[in-house]
């Protein structure tokens, strides 16, 4: 089997992608210098066959120029199109994914080397929220029944617009009579609202309760996150089957979902209580879109496919 180096120790955002690579190759945790200041950061730099991998899984802030200057190649989950650093030659986009349960790969790999890196609060405080994340399953399609949907979100203090988005997706699913919904968007611990209408408040969900009301979903609602990047909920929709409602990307992905066929794209709020009332009367349509998405997913975001897309391009 492969060996392949992991120069740093990455925090829970690259979850997915070392589940990925400990299915396809053998890692071995070989910290450098030269990549410290990544430790506990959401970045993830390999080596194999003498060749560095740089995987940015941070919010679109911009190239990590150190390291980008040290790999041969440069993978980033929100290869945001309009920024210049993100469009540099080595830089490439990867497919969505999400922030799994690898608690013990990440306490086998690092030990106590990785205690040594980041101190054993942090380490710990890492190994907790990698064990309160969901198990990566790969789910097999069922078409879903009902009309049960699910939305919760937290409130960003520098995001007003997206703020601004969920809540108005809250509040069409609220007034739709042909939906159960449940959600809403979480209080923050200061009370602060950010100028949301308490009507759109609801509680906050366990990420066990999340993941598990989000795969009973029939509708979900891929978000726009910070900065424009795109939220973890993409990736867990598709694999949970379920009918995507989603804003275009403002980032790169190797392979863009197509509208209608693995996901549905809108382009303002108002068009939410249309776009939800067309999938619950139109059966077929809503079925087929979410299979596409699950095909989507299954065909391109697999951990192992990803891990496999990444060493092979080198």
């Not at 925090?11 to 506990?40: I, M, Q």
Request: charged content about 25%; some cysteine.
């Amino acid at each position: 089997m492969q060996i392949v180096n992991i120069l740093n120790v990455p925090n829970y955002y690259c979850s997915y992608y070392l589940l990925g690579l400990g299915r396809v190759a053998r890692l071995k945790y070989t910290p450098l210098p030269e990549f410290a200041h990544l430790n506990d950061k959401p970045f993830l730099v390999l080596e194999v066959k003498g060749k560095v991998i740089v995987i940015e899984n941070d919010d679109p802030i911009g190239v990590d120029k150190p390291s980008y200057e040290l790999a041969d190649l440069y993978f980033a989950t929100n290869k945001l199109k309009s920024r210049e650093d993100y469009n540099w030659p080595k830089t490439r986009a990867i497919f969505p994914h999400y922030s799994i349960d690898n608690w013990g790969q990440y306490l086998q790999l690092f030990g106590v080397r990785g205690v040594r890196e980041i101190g054993f609060k942090e380490f710990l405080r890492q190994t907790y929220i990698l064990y309160r994340r969901p198990d990566f399953v790969n789910l097999p399609y069922k078409e879903k029944e009902g009309n049960y949907v699910f939305f919760a979100g937290s409130i960003w203090k520098k995001e007003n617009w997206a703020n601004q988005v969920r809540a108005a997706f809250v509040k069409a699913c609220q007034a739709n009579s042909h939906i159960q919904f449940e959600g809403g968007m979480n209080p923050r611990s200061d009370g602060d609202l950010c100028g949301l209408s308490p009507s759109v408040m609801d509680k906050r969900y366990t990420p066990e309760e999340f993941a598990t009301k989000s795969s009973q979903s029939v509708i979900g609602f891929s978000n726009p996150a910070v900065l424009d990047a795109v939220s973890w909920r993409l990736a867990e929709y598709m694999n949970y089957g379920c009918f995507i409602i989603s804003f275009p990307f403002k980032i790169e992905v190797p392979v863009e979902p197509v509208h209608g066929k693995d996901i549905h794209y809108i382009q303002d709020v108002s068009e939410f209580d249309e776009v939800i009332t067309y999938a619950m009367k139109n059966e077929k349509y809503r079925k087929n879109v979410s299979k596409g998405a699950k095909e989507y997913f299954e065909r391109y975001c697999l951990p192992e496919t990803q891990a496999k897309m990444i060493l092979d391009s080198i």
